[in-house]
């Protein structure tokens, strides 16, 4: 299934894939080089699992991944020879969802605009044309991008800074989890990308039988914590602007390797650093 004593954690975003045309030119060598050594590489991202399908294609990728900011993860029938508990089938794939449904996000959503008397709109409220005219998104990307599981895109349509942060205040006390981008809050309950993977983790080990090294690629600092559940993580720079670095030499929880600095960003970034990590 896997070389001993590799696996490799990949945001796809700014890391693998350019930060502004989602071309992963540039990488081919290091993807070539990692199916022929038949090493798994797990894609994590904050995209629907519609959205990534056709960049899997384009990659061939046959391995799991991770949708939503942590919200599902998901792999191929029959890839862990293994009794899994929680498990349960989506479309073409096995999947273990952490994040809560997404109807129930939305409904949370809702009520807690009212509750805190401030306008928002999310993907629920926007028809595929609105969520493209919003985004910048092809009406077809804008489609795929709708088909959420676990995590809402909103934005306060009135709202001042004060009623913003009451609207935190009460997602909080209900359990769900506010994040920020450069164009949208999202509304989330269980998004976890460092508990993904753990879990995988944990599953590469159990079926393989082997103590795995857990190499991790990210570039955005939303990626820190699960790079920190990694033994050797590298952060890509200048993938996006705003970017935060991680603190040098800073060691992720229970584990020895550290989140370190790559030297150049983007896909040619990801294929200097996978050949130097794996040999």
Same mark, same amino acid.
């Given at each position: ?11 796809l975003e700014g ?9 992963f030119a540039g ?46 993860i998901f792999f ?55 969520? +493209? #005219? ?5 009406? @077809?990307?804008? %489609?795929? /991008? !709708? *088909? $959420?599981? =676990? ?6 349509? +009135? #709202? ?5 942060? @009451?609207?935190? %205040?009460? /997602? !909080? *006390? $209900?359990? =769900? ?20 993977? !753990? ?81």
């Amino acid at each position: 299934m896997l070389a001993p004593h590799q696996l490799i954690f990949s945001a796809l975003e700014g890391a693998l894939l350019d930060a502004r045309t989602d071309s992963f030119a540039g990488a081919e060598e290091a993807l070539w080089e990692i199916r022929r050594r038949n090493i798994a590489l797990v894609l994590l991202t904050t995209r629907t699992r519609e959205e990534i399908e056709p960049i899997r294609r384009k990659l061939e990728h046959s391995h799991p991944f991770v949708t939503e900011n942590g919200g599902g993860i998901f792999f191929p029938d029959g890839y862990f020879s293994l009794r899994i508990p929680g498990v349960v089938r989506v479309a073409r794939y096995l999947s273990i969802a952490q994040g809560r449904p997404y109807a129930e996000v939305c409904e949370a959503l809702d009520e807690i605009a009212e509750e805190c008397a401030v306008g928002v709109a999310g993907f629920h409220h926007m028809s595929v044309r609105e969520i +493209a #005219a919003n985004t910048g998104l092809h009406p @077809r990307d804008a %489609e795929r /991008a !709708r *088909a $959420r599981e =676990f995590d809402e895109p909103f934005y306060f349509t +009135a #709202a001042s800074e004060e009623a913003i942060a @009451r609207f935190t %205040e009460a /997602a !909080r *006390a $209900r359990g =769900f989890e506010m994040r920020h981008d450069s164009a949208f809050w999202h509304l989330s309950s269980g998004c976890d990308p460092a508990r993904a993977v !753990r879990t995988l983790a944990q599953l590469f080990r159990k079926a393989s039988h082997t103590k795995l090294r857990l190499i991790g690629i990210g570039s955005e600092e939303h990626d820190l914590p699960w790079l920190r559940a990694c033994d050797h993580a590298v952060f890509l720079p200048g993938a996006r602007e705003g970017g935060t670095p991680p603190e040098p030499g800073r060691k992720g929880p229970g584990r020895t390797g550290t989140v370190v600095m790559g030297d150049a960003p983007g896909a040619a970034g990801w294929n200097r650093t996978i050949l130097n990590i794996i040999g």
